[in-house]
């Protein structure tokens, strides 16, 4: 009988070792978005784990959870996102007891109301809405998505934010001090490495960017603003649609007038989102293309991911400024 009752143990112990072992590979920190995993990655570095909820290639404006992304959002230990006007697909999932205690909304981050940027005008996308069709709009559920999104009074994509980023990191420093407080060593000095970094990187970015201030270009959508108003960009305009509907021919020409008249020199388009009426835009002029990416689909969290996305992005920039 004793034999078998410790044998019982033995088994018993094992599925708790082998419980408790996948329970360790899994992710406890949950980002909506990439960038936004990559602050985490330079916080939790060495302490504890991150992984990021949208597939690189899908749309922050018109995603929807899979089963799975729930399932992961509910094991996580902290889950980070912006903000409904952001991830109006987070809302419901969030409004669940176990997350909606463990998670950090960056749009209620003090201090980060005060660096807020208005989103754009509701002038200039009325009239492109007027032009590419208002039924189809509202008869989309990921165009009323992005529409809700557009005319939000604020702009949220707010990881494109030096400022914001570094009140981020200080967030998920506070938050992971409190659940691990036997980490504090490393996560004082993980927080420390993030500051350092991104003051350096700050500063190449500005001496960087300083030459092309005056340069006009036009971009894909309103997803730079952050970046473009702490580096002293001026841009011309947005090319801001949803890519599943053209633009009309009324609207192009109205772009392409104004790229001409205030001399643009690029025009960008994300990795995924290369519409080939970007092109009919810049045809006949000597306005080049460009490629900026609002997500770094292409950097893998580390340490340093969220500096290499901000280089990446001056690096796009001054690229296409520079005709190379
Ligand atoms: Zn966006």
Redesign the pocket.
């Known amino acids: 009988m004793l034999h078998i009752s410790l044998h019982k143990i033995f088994i018993l112990a094992g599925m708790l070792i082998i419980g408790l072992a996948s329970l360790s590979a899994q992710a406890t920190i949950v980002a909506s978005v990439k960038p936004i995993g990559f602050i985490a990655a330079t916080i939790a570095d060495g302490v504890t784990s991150v992984s990021v909820l949208l597939p690189d290639g899908a749309s ?2 018109s995603y929807a959870l899979r089963p799975s992304d729930i399932k992961n959002l509910k094991n996580a230990e902290l889950v980070v996102w912006v903000g409904p006007d952001m991830e109006a697909f987070m809302s419901k999932a969030i409004s669940n007891v176990s997350i909606l205690h463990n998670n950090i909304q960056i749009d209620q981050i003090p201090g980060v109301q005060a660096l807020l940027l208005r989103g754009v005008e509701h002038a200039e996308l009325g009239s492109l809405y007027r032009h590419i069709g208002e039924k189809k709009i509202e008869n989309s559920v990921s165009t009323d998505r992005q529409g809700r ?1 557009y005319h939000g009074e604020y702009n949220m ?1 707010l990881w494109m934010s030096p400022d914001i980023a570094k009140k981020i990191a200080i967030a998920i420093h506070a938050k992971l001090l409190q659940q691990m407080p036997i980490s504090q060593d490393k996560l004082d000095a993980n927080l420390r490495y993030f500051q350092s970094t991104l003051f350096v990187a700050n500063d190449k970015i500005h001496k960087q960017l300083a030459p092309f201030k005056d340069k006009g270009y036009l971009v894909f ?3 730079y603003t952050y970046f473009e108003k702490h580096y002293g960009l001026s841009p011309t305009g947005y090319f801001t649609i949803n890519p599943e509907i053209q633009p009309g021919a009324k609207r192009l020409h109205h772009i392409r007038m104004k790229l001409i008249e205030q001399k643009g020199i690029c025009i960008f388009a994300e990795p995924q989102l290369r519409p080939t009426v970007m092109q009919a835009i810049s045809r006949g002029t000597d306005v080049r293309s460009g490629i900026l990416d ?1 997500l770094g689909a292409s950097i893998t969290l580390s340490k340093d991911s969220y500096v290499q996305f901000l280089v990446q992005l001056s690096d796009q920039y001054t690229s296409c400024f520079k005709g190379d």
Do not use: F, K
Request: without cysteine.
């Open positions: 922050v404006h999104h994509h959508h309103d997803a609002p």
